[in-house]
């Protein structure tokens, strides 16, 4: 995964690519500019018009930055409408996505919207109660990804919750690792909580 990749996101998005099929469900939990949405979505588009990516952000700003990408990166009006777009906050993403809906990945890039309101910010105890509500949604096989960023104040804090969390689901249905990059201290550090 991390063959020639300097940037953990490009990390996360090859691990993602190696969980999601073609018409998948998937939930991005902090669309921000809408990087990851997009990406998303060419994960999970296929031919037949299925596949469907929940974007959630708690900026309205987010929301509407994510929709203008997506309206300018994507040329097929189909495609573009396997995103839905919701402006709340992650921890009631199971309002969101129905509940016949098996979900492949859920996935969590955390922090504050870069060129945005700085002060609007992921924060552990919202993030926690995400990360319960993306256990009970996620269908078994499927991946929970946190990018967790640590050089802003705070942003160690949130490390401690993620990792607590992920330390504390049962082995017999859950696999938690970490992958961070040791010559590069303040890179981000991504958890990967794979449902059996
Ligand atoms: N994935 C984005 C992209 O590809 O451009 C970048 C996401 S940015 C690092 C983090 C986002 O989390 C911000 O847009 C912020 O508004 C959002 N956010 C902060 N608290 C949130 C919450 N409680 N629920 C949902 N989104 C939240």
Known sequence: ???????????AHAVWRSIIRKGDTVVDATCGNGNDTLALLKMVADERGQGRVYGID???????????????????????????????????MEDIVPKDSPVRLVAFNLGYLPGGDK????????????????????????????????G????????????????????????SCKLQMLNRPIAPVLILLNKK
């Open 58 to 92: 708690i900026q309205d700003s987010a929301i509407e930055s994510t929709s203008c990408f997506l309206n300018m990166a994507v040329d097929d009006d189909r495609e573009r409408e396997l995103v839905k777009l919701f402006p709340v906050c992650h921890s009631r």
């Open 152 to 175: 802003h104040p705070g942003g160690r804090d949130e490390l401690n919750v993620v990792e607590s969390f992920a330390s504390s689901l049962p082995i017999n249905t859950w696999v």
């Open 119 to 150: 002060t609007v910010i992921t924060v552990p105890r919202t993030t926690e109660l995400a990360l319960q509500a993306a256990s009970r949604l996620l269908n078994s096989g499927g991946l929970i990804s946190v990018l967790v960023y640590i």
């Open 1 to 11: 995964f991390v063959t020639g990749k300097r940037k953990a996101t490009e990390v």
